[in-house]
T-cell receptor, first 111, second 113 residues
Framework: QQQVKQSPQSLIVQKGGISIINCAYE??????FPWYQQFPGKGPALLIA?????SEKKEGRFTISFNKSAKQFSLHIMDSQPGDSATYFC??????????FGTGTRLKVLA | DGGITQSPKYLFRKEGQNVTLSCEQN?????MYWYRQDPGQGLRLIYY???????QKGDIAEGYSVSREKKESFPLTVTSAQKNPTAFYLC????????????FGSGTQLSVL
């Protein structure tokens, strides 16, 4: 119930391509779904977040798609660049202070 | 500059030794967290604190201890009871109220000698 399942574990994309990372959850009490980007040896940084009352949110080249009925959400990175190579984590939070993180996706964008 | 400062960046522990990881924030955030990161396992919650002098165990609290004597500080002690302490440790905080954005420090890599 408390898990957030993330896939794929790793992803290789050509420069200019679309990177897609998926997450699924079970707990319907979750009401906040952020995505974090982490570079090696650094702490994660918030990339974009969504609440379940909207189906899509876009910020620049990054888009979250949210499917409430399927309990799934995904991150799309358009026009992927080598500088996007990092590890991406999805997360979910309910009304408490506790965040549940996915296991991460290591993205490599080839030049 | 406002932010979360973790120190040291790298730390080595000898067998049977307790070590303390420092986390200081000047963001005036209410809640603070400690996460452990292992390759392929994502971030796992060790402890969190919503207010001064109060903290709750996370999913993997065994072998760890914390204190929250000041709003700005949330140190984590890795005790000798933690048999597999090698990991990347991340401190985080959130402002509280309706702002749920989680801010992270730059992490401490702990290794066993």
């Amino acid at each position: 119930q408390q898990q957030v399942k993330q896939s794929p574990q790793s992803l290789i994309v050509q420069k200019g391509g679309i990177s897609i990372i998926n997450c699924a959850y079970e707990n319907t009490a979750f009401d906040y779904f952020p995505w974090y980007q982490q570079f090696p040896g650094k702490g994660p940084a918030l990339l974009i977040a969504i609440r379940p009352d909207v189906s899509e949110k876009k910020e620049g080249r990054f888009t979250i798609s949210f499917n409430k009925s399927a309990k799934q959400f995904s991150l799309h990175i358009m026009d992927s660049q080598p500088g996007d190579s990092a590890t991406y984590f999805c997360a979910a939070k309910d009304g408490t202070y506790k965040y549940i993180f996915g296991t991460g996706t290591r993205l490599k964008v080839l030049a | 500059d406002g932010g979360i400062t973790q120190s040291p960046k790298y730390l080595f522990r000898k067998e049977g030794q307790n070590v303390t990881l420092s986390c200081e924030q000047n963001l005036n955030h209410d809640a603070m967290y400690w996460y452990r990161q292992d390759p392929g396992q994502g971030l796992r919650l060790i402890y969190y604190s919503q207010i001064v002098n109060d903290f709750q165990k996370g999913d993997i609290a065994e072998g760890y201890s914390v204190s929250r004597e000041k709003k700005e500080s949330f140190p984590l002690t890795v005790t000798s009871a933690q048999k597999n302490p090698t990991a990347f440790y991340l401190c985080a905080s959130i402002p509280g109220g309706t702002n749920e954005k989680l801010f992270f420090g730059s992490g401490t890599q702990l290794s066993v000698l």
